[in-house]
């Protein structure tokens, strides 16, 4: 059975909701590895670059560090507002920051050399529309870039808290795997390369990297990825505070083990990255 997909408003809405936190808690750690991605990309002064689905500027930021000329787009606005809020507290003039859909993009055909997203265009309802702008955004030789998480159980910053949620919450019903809910939909790397191909792009290549995210303690680790996504958010709005506390008690097991003992632990994500030429 397929899950019904919300309207715009209603995502535009979900996200918004999520922002503050999301910027808080998750943003540290996707710009962290968005430094690694854009730099492997060869991004430097000049290069045109473009942030789809941006949140608080995973890409954007690290790629205006560098001196790239970046717009960076997303649909809920304060997401934009904490983006800029960052750029100007890096002084970043090279960032221009706008409320925008990835599925319709108000920019020129064929102007940016690099038009990327980092678990964006890989989680809009319609991945063609998303793809299909990116490429029609992006000049001829220039290249696209879609970076998803990796197949769920290859994504810990998802796997652990699913695993700990069955744990504590046996009656508890599962995300569906088939078909993969909508972030995990392109994180087979065949199915990434044979959309890219589809897309139109040559060159195209799958790199699966993986990103590690450390977290203090289960606590720490609990608020961000109960922040990180609407589906997550939606699955835990409804536990009681002792399911919740039950959740987190079986995370801090699973923390200790992975390090020894310790309170906190680093995740492991392997990524799919889809890199395609136009
Ligand atoms: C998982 S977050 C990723 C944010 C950022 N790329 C990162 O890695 O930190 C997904 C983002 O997609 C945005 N988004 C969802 N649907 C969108 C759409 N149709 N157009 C543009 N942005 C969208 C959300 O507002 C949210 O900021």
Redesign the pocket.
Known sequence: MTASIPA?EQ?RAA?DTLATD?DDL??PR?ITS?ETLVADLGVRQGTRFLD?????G??AIPAARRGASVVA????PT?IERLRARATADALSNLDAQV????ELDLPDDSVDVAA????VS??PDFDRGLAELVRVTAPGGRVVIASFGPLPQTEFVSFFMSAMRTAIPDLTPLPTNPPPLPFQVADPETMRTKLLHGGLTDVSVLTPTWEWHFPSADAYWSAVAT??PIVARLVVDLTASQRDDVVRVLDGMFRERSGGDPGAGLRNVMTIGIGTK
């Open positions: 715009p995502i996200w999301f998750v943003s996707t968005g789809v689905a941006a949140g608080t995973a890409l787009v997303d649909i809920a997401m925008m859909s990835g599925e997203s980092l678990n964006g989680l809009l990180s996504n």
